[in-house]
């Protein structure tokens, strides 16, 4: 009996040990490798990419307005990629409701930030938000634009921008300089244009102390442009007209009033002296809105504040004229004019 016992006893530990080491089902290895399913998937250490989403509402369509956006447009993505901003890109043709329902549209779509193309943009889009970053362009005077009394230079809030605010005692000196036996000057502008009327008050001004009598021509719109500018033409020795975008867009009409009767315009930009001008002291419109860009990019990546962005200013400017039309009317351009291409 003792060498039975003995015998299976023997036997249950051989099977006791060869269940131990058998690898089963139940425990798996240490080093085998896991079911991607159930394991969770490690963290990228890669910062996920920054996009920006910019709207851009622009009064209306000509030289200058255009060549600002496009400005705006190349600094940007020079500065932060082509992959990082998109632009949505909105024209109100020349009607300040269409610049207050595309403003709202913005919002509403919870832009990054929006550039206000001329100043009844720039109204539009300031009332429109005070979160989001507005940056205006091609507004001459912001104090006047946005009612602000004593303007220091920064608007404060969610609004900046860079201004094309000729130098308008230069201006004047030109006038006098290719005119000065001229009498009567006609300051010829679009009444709904806050700015417009800044500056043809500070010019009139200007010219009065210089001994010429002038008279302000104001109108409306496109309609009533033709009759102010003939009646205009009809007291004029000499017509200047301001930056104003009604101009700007309608200086095919004024020309074929004015050349026609041989009264020569001073104009504010270049855009409006090579449809309609004979000279101009005139900025880069691309240059602008290349310093809009650029002021955009610093308040989208968080280097600027924008509650403190003193508004930017043109650096330079260059006097220009108009060959065609000076040699329609039998002018020459003094020393250190440039040819408009």
């Not at 399913?37 to 920054?50: D, L, M």
């Not at 260059?318 to 065609?324: F, G, I, L, Q, S």
Request: aromatic residues 6%; contains cysteine.
């Amino acid at each position: 009996m003792k060498k039975i016992l003995a015998i299976i006893l023997a036997a249950l530990m051989l099977l006791s040990m060869a269940a131990c080491g058998s690898s089963g089902e139940t425990e798996p290895a240490t080093d085998a490798p896991t079911d991607a399913a159930t394991e969770p998937a490690a963290e990228s250490t890669e910062a996920p990419a920054v996009h920006y989403n910019v709207g851009i509402c622009q009064l209306v369509t000509h030289d200058a307005l255009d060549a600002a956006t496009q400005g705006f447009q190349d600094a940007l993505v020079a500065i932060l990629g082509e992959d990082a901003v998109s632009f949505d890109l909105q024209n109100a043709a020349g009607d300040s409701n269409t610049c207050a329902s595309i403003a709202n549209a913005f919002v509403a779509a919870e832009v990054d930030l929006i550039m206000a193309n001329a100043t009844p943009a720039l109204q539009a889009c300031a009332t429109a938000t005070g979160d989001i970053p507005v940056l205006g362009t091609s507004v001459t005077e912001y104090g006047v634009a946005m009612g602000i009394q004593d303007f220091n230079g920064t608007v404060g809030g969610n609004v900046s921008g860079t201004s094309d605010l000729a130098p308008l005692t230069e201006q004047a000196a030109m006038l006098n300089e290719w005119f000065p036996d001229a009498e009567t000057v006609g300051l010829l502008y679009c009444s709904g244009e806050a700015n417009s009327k800044y500056q043809v008050d500070t010019v009139k001004a200007l010219l009065e102390e210089m001994g010429y009598t002038c008279e302000l021509f104001a109108f409306v719109d496109s309609n009533d442009m033709p009759a102010v500018t003939q009646a205009a033409c009809e007291y004029s020795d000499v017509i200047y007209v301001p930056t104003d975008n009604a101009v700007a867009s309608g200086t095919d009409v004024i020309d074929a009033i004015c050349r026609p009767a041989g009264v020569p315009i001073i104009a504010g930009e270049e855009g409006i002296c090579s449809g309609c001008g004979v000279a101009t002291l005139s900025i880069s419109y691309y240059d602008l809105g290349y310093a809009t860009g650029e002021m955009a990019a610093k308040i989208l990546t968080g280097e600027a504040d924008i509650s403190t962005m003193p508004v930017g200013y043109a650096a330079a400017v260059t006097p220009k004229y108009n060959a065609e039309i000076c040699e329609d009317l039998g002018l020459t351009a003094p020393e250190g004019y440039v040819a408009i291409g």
